[in-house]
């Protein structure tokens, strides 16, 4: 889907080798003003005061892939159609 859109990847980070912190989480929720979590085909909008870590993280306890952050907006856990609209 990215690279149908010529979208460049500024920063990649595999979370098995380096998995994310939750000193990690909170810079890059202090540095958004929105999430959006996506689970299947269900989104939820928040605005990144009221976003909480457990917000961020999967059943597995650890935090959801992908986190894509486009300007001040970013995107939890894998959805298409939220996927596009952050492109868009």
């Known amino acids: 889907m990215l690279d149908a859109r ?5 920063e990649e980070r595999i979370s098995k080798k380096e998995p ?3 000193a990690d989480a909170r810079a890059i929720l202090k540095s958004v003003s ?9 989104t939820r909008r928040l605005p990144s005061s009221e976003a909480k ?3 961020l993280r999967g059943p597995t306890g650890n935090f959801r892939a992908p986190m ?3 300007g001040k907006t970013l995107l939890v856990g894998f959805g298409a159609e ?6 868009a």
């Open 6 to 10: 010529k979208v460049s990847v500024r």
């Open 20 to 22: 994310l912190s939750d």
């Open 34 to 42: 929105e999430v959006v979590i996506a689970k299947g085909k269900s």
């Open 53 to 55: 870590l457990a917000d």
């Open 68 to 70: 894509v952050r486009k």
């Open 82 to 87: 939220a996927l596009e609209e952050l492109l």
